[in-house]
């Protein structure tokens, strides 16, 4: 049973405009949550991160929005740029269990020129 | 820093063989992780470490794979025999401590004939 689940495998949007990439989660113990970004034939690297204690987190052009009650988050990214293209994966984590992350399957983005 | 450096980058080889991927994880980070990525699934943990210590192994999938960090400066998964189904890209990740970024190797692309 997937914890943490990104239900688009792609998504296609032209340069300029917002890329918004969805995350769903089923366990309410999470209280941290990440956004990884991979570029082919690399490792993930980490983008942005937001604690449960907020439900807005913005890191120039990234912003990640969380909305608790919906276990919903999502990552906008305003403009988007071609070297935004890559996977995206979205990652949760509960407060003294190590810190263990549990990732989504990612959402392959493609911002067209 | 060379960051989380994992070898090989590719690995091809025939059913029944024997797999080994090594991993050197950053220095001064006390935990590793391995992971294996599939499209399917996405990012799963198959193992993680602390202090050299295995803490939890319940994502390694049969007693087919196995895993060992004699020191901090070394970690590998052995997959023995190896299957068709274990093609995947394995990463291995480290990080400083519980709730700090999670860094990634770059993977091994591995394919089980």
């Known amino acids: 049973d997937q914890q943490v689940k990104q239900n688009s495998p792609s998504l296609s949007v032209q340069e300029g405009r917002i890329s918004i990439l969805n995350c769903d989660y089923t366990?309410?113990?999470?209280?941290?949550f990440l956004w990884y970004k991979k570029y082919p034939a690399e490792g993930p690297t980490f983008l942005i991160s937001?604690?449960?204690?907020?439900d807005k987190n913005e890191d120039g052009r990234f912003t990640v929005f969380l909305n608790k009650s919906a276990k919903h988050l999502s990552l906008h990214i305003v403009p988007s740029q071609p070297g935004d293209s890559a996977v995206y994966f979205c990652?949760?984590?509960?407060?003294?269990?190590?810190?263990?992350?549990?990732f989504g399957s990612g959402t392959q983005l493609t911002v067209l020129p | 820093d060379a960051g989380v450096i994992q070898s090989p980058r590719h690995e091809v080889t025939e059913m029944g063989q024997e797999v080994t991927l090594r991993c050197k994880p950053i220095s001064g980070h006390n935990s590793l992780f391995w992971y294996r990525q599939t499209m399917m699934r996405g990012l799963e943990l198959l193992i993680y470490?602390?202090?050299?210590?295995?803490?939890?192994d319940s994502g390694m999938p049969e007693d087919r794979f196995s895993a060992k960090m004699p020191n901090a400066s070394f970690s590998t998964l052995k997959i023995q025999p190896s299957e068709p189904r274990d093609s995947a890209v394995y990463f291995c990740?480290?990080?400083?401590?519980?709730?700090?970024?999670?860094?990634f190797g770059s993977g091994t692309q591995l394919s089980v004939l």
């Open positions: 990652a949760a984590s509960v407060f003294g269990s190590a810190r263990q992350l549990t």
């Open positions: 470490f602390n202090n050299n210590v295995p803490i939890d």
């Open positions: 990740a480290s990080r400083r401590g519980a709730g700090e970024k999670l860094f």
């Open positions: 937001i604690s449960s204690i907020k």
């Open positions: 366990n309410s113990m999470f209280d941290y």
